[in-house]
T-cell receptor, first 113, second 113 residues
């Protein structure tokens, strides 16, 4: 079965600085990979996803992520964070032919002025 | 407005009581899911349904049951609530297989005393 690890529980970043959130997955073949964001008191919203093709994917809100098979990673990046990016971010993995996703424990991002 | 609705928004429940969390989607999605979110554990899948009339167990199904009588509704029942079921519960839906985006409801905050 597939699984996801998000090594960073909490990250604090200054507004305008760059952000990188780490995600490592465990799966024998090429998985489907997702990043979701959860604002306080809200449900989850999809930022971006990867399942084939170009390993650098662009998402909403200026986020991008890069799939690196050799490192089993799918890290999320944003060049310049805004205060509104303060939220919890979840990486998720799915297997081809399956219906289910496995989510990581999440990374909470705090943005300081 | 298209999307997923969940009811109730929050609930305090005495241990041993029966409780049904409601979930309705109007996107005609085939697949629906129930997750629980706990601090430090991310989202864990409780039960899912690939299509109306079928259900499956997720990662943490014990103490919960679901039904899928039609496409739109996917209620989650706690037959006899216990304090460890205190959590935030999210319902989600997708068009089907894992590469499809999952759309999340706003969540139900459940406290079992």
């Amino acid at each position: 079965a597939q699984s996801v690890t998000q090594p960073d529980i909490h990250i604090t970043v200054s507004e305008g600085a760059s952000l990188e959130l780490r995600c490592n997955y465990s799966y024998g073949a090429t998985p489907y990979l997702f990043w979701y964001v959860q604002s306080p008191g809200q449900g989850l919203q999809l930022l971006l996803k990867y399942f084939s093709g170009d390993t650098l994917v662009q998402g909403i809100k200026g986020f991008e992520a890069e799939f690196k098979r050799s490192q089993s990673s799918f890290n999320l990046r944003k060049p310049s964070v805004h205060w509104s990016d303060a939220a919890e971010y979840f990486c998720a993995v799915g297997a081809p032919g399956d219906y289910k996703l496995s989510f990581g424990a999440g990374t909470t991002v705090t943005v300081r002025a | 407005i298209a999307g997923i609705t969940q009811a109730p928004t929050s609930q305090i429940l005495a241990a041993g009581r029966r409780m049904t969390l409601r979930c309705t989607q109007d996107m005609r999605h085939n697949a629906m899911y129930w997750y629980r979110q706990d601090l430090g554990l991310g989202l864990r899948l409780i039960h899912y349904s690939n299509t109306a009339g079928t259900t499956g167990k997720g990662e943490v199904p014990d103490g919960y049951s679901v039904s899928r009588a039609n496409t739109d509704d996917f209620p989650l029942t706690l037959a006899s609530a216990v304090p460890s079921q205190t959590s935030v519960y999210f319902c989600a839906s997708s068009a089907g297989l894992a590469y499809n985006e999952q759309f999340f409801g706003p969540g139900t905050r459940l406290t079992v005393l």
